[in-house]
């Protein structure tokens, strides 16, 4: 019985390597153009698990039976290597540890034939340079011959130590230290390097702008499925067709703490960020391959470090990734496209054929169907004709959107009664002192608060991706309340530059009210806003039932703003000179993010502070009117 065993564990072992590896058959992955490819330049995408920081006991997972375990049991291509560098045990204090970590992880990959992503994973790359220099010095050199290395030199570049407003890292921040760094990997390996992006590695679309000379070098996009949409995959779209090659390097699929605050799985909206990667053949890596005890591991926190996992030790979230992974489609020939739907508004696409990866010249009909209050308006990508149902012959890789637009008096807004957390996202400044959780209760949201700076937008409650027409009016409805009197700011801002759209303060009591604010949006977008501002106060929030409908169309909003507004601002280069049909009326100037410039004053002519390029906002307060209007500098 012995022997047969044995045998056993051989014949798998023989079996395995007779079939070819990711690295075996693509080799060294490169960029051409805006793609990812291998020796032969056809298309490579790969994707597997990020393991978690190599401290706080995910460096318990750096070892050569988990690589094994998602190599041959996950149908993983690709695995990445967090190696920690700021904290307590980081690079900075323990480099010889972190080193062993990495190449531990890394011979690993090598001999499982898969791609590894060797990750500086720090979020002040720039003021570690030294630092970054030696430890990219040390694992190319070791590694220089080695297909299965992608490099990754700065994880998240923040809003800290940067040279942008309040240390935003900026481009020409992470340029600088790419410029820095790439040189020292060139030295001895020609492999492909990741390199971050503005905004949590959340921008390859600034990247794209100014790109970086080295021709080998992809574009970070990191993404939390509860927390981002339309908008980012938009923004990775424009760096795509700049000519520039973009790589998910981490992506959750709960919201952007990675569920350390909300624990709910964002698995649809996963699914949509999943299926769009593999559209345009973009490489991915979860997190995160750990057993510590939050939303996005992928382990139960009982799980075995050593790779033996049965169904039980994988966390939802990992069973979720573990499917996806062995249910990624077969790769593409030249015979083959695959199908992309995605809708704009509230409603679904029902396609006639049942898989995404069809033979070309298939004939598929696509029907799009709106959910109650909701009108079809029409398609774009691969085709903008209005028929519904739609039938196409698909002879290449075809994206199509649905858009739907709400029915005159119809909620724009989905689970308005909080029957649950679905489609509401929950965003806390931490960084600015604010601390704040969210709870969905007796179909009501309660905001506690436990600590706030004095900005309200430190606080939000959101909901993305809404279709709103410049010169419409948009009226919310929603009921608010507290423990005493404080205020809270409704309003519509546009994702793709944060323009702020309009809203107004709500002043509330302990008894429950009924808000009304009235937005009337100067641009149009599909990427659309909702906001509800809580900060600034440490007393509770209740909201429910919550609505926003378009009442009327664009020519007479136009009007009726025209003739309701009682504000006139002129604006020179070091003043802005306003006046207002209320005596008591104050002005205030604030820049994009909420900060206050100059406070409220009755003045009617400010005086502006030094001011770099960029928007703010001038304030103007007429009791419990606020107006607000948008000043370039």
Not at 251 to 268: M, R
Not at 374 to 401: M, Q, R, V, Y
Not at 406 to 425: E, I, P, Y
Request: glycine share 8%; proline share 3%.
């Amino acid at each position: 019985m012995k022997l047969s065993c044995s045998c056993m564990v051989l014949l798998g072992c023989m079996v395995a390597s007779i079939f070819a590896s990711p690295v075996s058959q693509n080799g060294a992955i490169r960029r051409k153009g805006s793609k990812i490819v291998g020796t032969s330049d056809e298309p490579v995408q790969v994707a597997g698990p990020s393991l978690y920081w190599s401290i706080w006991g995910g460096e318990k997972l750096y070892n050569s039976d988990v690589i094994r375990t998602v190599a041959t049991g996950w149908n993983a291509s690709l695995v990445r290597a967090a190696i920690a560098v700021e904290y307590p045990g980081g690079y900075l204090k323990k480099p010889e540890q972190q080193i062993n970590y990495a190449k531990t992880v890394v011979d690993a990959a090598i001999e499982n034939g898969i791609y590894i992503l060797v990750d500086w994973h720090d979020h002040n790359a720039n003021q570690h340079i030294p630092a970054a220099k030696e430890f990219f010095s040390e694992m190319a050199r070791t590694y220089q011959n080695t297909p299965n290395i992608i490099w990754e030199i700065w994880n998240e570049p923040d809003n800290e130590n940067g040279t942008g407003n309040n240390g935003y890292d900026t481009w020409d921040d992470i340029r600088n230290y790419a410029d820095s760094i790439i040189p020292v990997i060139r030295q001895y390996s020609s492999n492909l390097i990741v390199v971050g992006t503005p905004n949590w590695s959340a921008d390859p679309a600034t990247a794209s702008k100014a790109p970086l000379t080295d021709s080998n070098v992809a574009y970070t996009l990191h993404f939390y499925a509860g927390t981002h949409g339309a908008s980012l995959r938009k923004n990775a779209e424009t760096a795509m067709s700049n000519n520039v090659a973009v790589f998910i390097t981490e992506f959750g699929i709960t919201d952007a703490s990675g569920g350390k605050t909300d624990s709910t799985l964002y698995l649809d909206e996963a699914a949509t960020w999943l299926d769009w990667a593999d559209f345009n053949g973009i490489s991915w890596a979860n997190w995160s391959l750990s057993n510590i005890d939050e939303g996005c591991s992928e382990l139960v926190p009982t799980a075995s470090t050593k790779g033996v996992w049965t169904d039980a030790d994988l966390s939802e979230s990992g069973r979720w990734i573990h499917g996806r992974l062995l249910a990624r489609p077969a790769t593409q020939n030249a015979d083959s496209a695959l199908l992309l739907t995605t809708v704009q508004g509230n409603g679904k696409i029902n396609v006639s054929t049942a898989t995404q990866l069809v033979a070309k010249g298939t004939v598929v009909t696509f029907t799009a169907v709106p959910t109650g209050g909701w009108i079809f308006k029409g398609w774009s990508g691969a085709s903008t004709a209005t028929d519904n149902p739609l039938t196409l012959t698909i002879n290449e890789n075809s994206s199509l959107i649905a858009t739907f637009t709400s029915d005159a008096g119809s909620n724009m807004l989905l689970n308005g009664g909080f029957t649950s957390k679905t489609s509401w996202f929950t965003w806390v400044d931490t960084k600015n002192g604010n601390e704040a959780t969210a709870s969905f209760t007796d179909e009501q949201c309660m905001v506690s608060i436990a600590a706030t700076d004095t900005i309200n937008w430190g606080i939000q409650i959101s909901q993305s991706d809404l279709t709103l027409d410049s010169g419409a009016t948009y009226t919310i409805l929603l009921d608010a309340w507290s423990t005493d009197e404080r205020e809270i700011f409704v309003g519509l801002s546009t994702a793709e530059t944060w323009h702020f759209q309009g809203g107004a303060l709500c002043y509330l009591t302990s008894e429950k009210t009924t808000h009304t604010i009235t937005v009337v949006p100067d641009s149009s977008t599909d990427a659309g806003i909702f906001q509800i501002n809580l900060g600034g106060s440490l007393l509770p929030v209740y909201l429910d039932n919550i609505q926003m409908s378009k009442t009327a169309d664009a020519g007479i909003a136009s009007l009726r703003a025209r003739k309701n507004r009682t504000i006139s601002l002129h604006c020179t280069n070091n003043r802005i000179d306003w006046t207002s049909g209320d005596r008591t009326a104050t002005a205030s100037l604030l820049d994009i993010g909420g900060r206050v410039l100059v406070p409220a004053s009755t003045s009617p002519s400010i005086a502006l502070p030094p001011m770099s390029k960029g928007v703010y906002l001038f304030v103007v307060k007429e009791g419990r009117r606020m107006f607000v209007q948008q000043i370039f500098r």
